[in-house]
């Protein structure tokens, strides 16, 4: 089974290098790696407020984030407020000027994002964008907006399953006819196999899992189970998206905390911070903007990892990189900590190969056919192997 897996795996890669769809993607022009940024839902909910995201935009602009890459600060529901008479959406009274915010926001030298739902209510029941996709995609714009989260909620009350391809590229060619390019973010929870037709709906990344909660299963269950075997879907363009960064959130230790951040760079999936910009700890600024590890993310061939080998709780990812080297992370999802040896025949990068430890920035020479880390309980050694 092991040498099956392994078989498949090469397979699956040289498809993805050599398929018609792979070369398209390659000159995409929005979202060419995967989007960074902040968004306001994991922590702050429905008492999000412009307030709230100019803080979140202060911090970022100041506190390296940016310099490390991330550039999106993305509103998420319970922004809106009513339509006027002739059907404009307005913000409700924690978001005055949305123009103005915009306008705020673009003077740090970052982008904003704005979320809305198909369907006639969103997630909180705030007003969605049916039957005024046009209208609503030309505000965005007006306003400023530079990605759009569209998210299905209500949308079930009046759509079939079925429609969602058509619904989302509805919004899609509204966005695109705009003018302006917006980065179209499309969140259904992976329903109806959302990567096979995604990038078809214009969508430049889709949500493949349920929501992410701020504790350690929710992240092992959604980047390690959700995400595997859909990697072939992934490139410059159109990236699956198992759901928002929860570093810095909840009971999370700093091992945890690594590893999840490990797994994401791996997936080449958007690093989208879900904390408390403007009280991080230094200790989780460190982990959000670690060059090395952003950089497996932010990888230009756009590659999504997959897993080479599992045995209990160890499991070992790999991502091909443009350069020709690869990432690979050791993960010990269990076990006290414990050595874990890696064939560099199953990475396929021949009998002798250098390492570099990425969290810790070290250049850890050559080794012949093999390397061995110990892994601590909940976390991951994530190296660079060439």
Request: aromatic content about 10%; overall charge neutral; glycine content about 10%.
């Amino acid at each position: 089974m092991k040498r099956f897996t392994q078989a498949l795996n090469i397979v699956l890669t040289v498809i993805l290098f050599f398929s018609p769809a792979k070369v398209r993607a390659q000159k995409a022009t929005i979202a060419a790696t995967p989007p960074m940024g902040w968004n306001s839902w994991n922590l702050f909910a429905c008492k999000v407020s412009d307030v709230v995201v100019r803080a979140a935009a202060d911090a970022m602009a100041k506190n390296g984030m940016k310099d490390a890459g991330y550039s999106y600060i993305n509103i998420d529901d319970c922004w809106q407020g009513h339509r006027d008479a002739a059907g404009t959406i307005q913000g409700n009274e924690r978001f005055p000027d949305m123009k103005a915010l915009a306008d705020y926001v673009h003077s740090k030298g970052l982008k904003i994002g704005i979320y809305s739902s198909p369907g006639p209510r969103t997630c909180a029941g705030y007003e969605g964008s049916y039957q005024h996709e046009e209208q609503d995609a030309r505000t965005y714009a007006a306003w400023g907006f530079d990605y759009l989260k569209y998210d299905w909620c209500s949308a079930d009350k009046v759509y079939k399953n079925s429609d969602m391809p058509a619904v989302y590229k509805k919004m899609s060619d509204a966005l695109k006819a705009t003018g302006r390019p917006i980065v179209y973010s499309l969140c259904q929870y992976g329903v109806d196999a959302v990567w096979t037709w995604g990038a078809r709906s214009g969508g430049n990344l889709w949500r493949t899992t349920r929501d992410i909660q701020p504790n350690y299963n929710s992240i092992v269950a959604l980047g390690f189970g959700e995400n595997s075997g859909i990697e072939h879907f992934a490139g410059p363009g159109r990236w699956n998206d198992p759901d928002m960064l929860e570093v810095g959130n909840g009971q999370l230790t700093l091992d945890e905390n690594r590893l999840h951040m490990s797994q994401w760079a791996l997936l080449a999936a958007p690093l989208l911070a879900g904390n408390d910009l403007a009280n991080t700890r230094p200790e989780i600024l460190s982990i959000l903007t670690n060059r090395e590890v952003i950089a497996v993310d932010q990888d230009p061939l756009g590659v999504q990892g997959y897993r080479i080998w599992q045995a209990g709780p160890i499991d070992v990812w790999v991502k091909p990189l443009a350069d020709g080297s690869k990432a690979v992370g050791i993960f010990n999802k269990g076990e006290p900590q414990e050595p874990v040896t890696v064939q560099f025949r199953d990475l396929g990068v021949g009998k002798s190969a250098t390492i570099r430890q990425l969290w810790d920035g070290k250049d850890l020479g050559r080794f012949e056919n093999a390397f061995t880390a110990s892994v601590p309980t909940h976390g991951v050694v994530l190296i660079k192997v060439k």
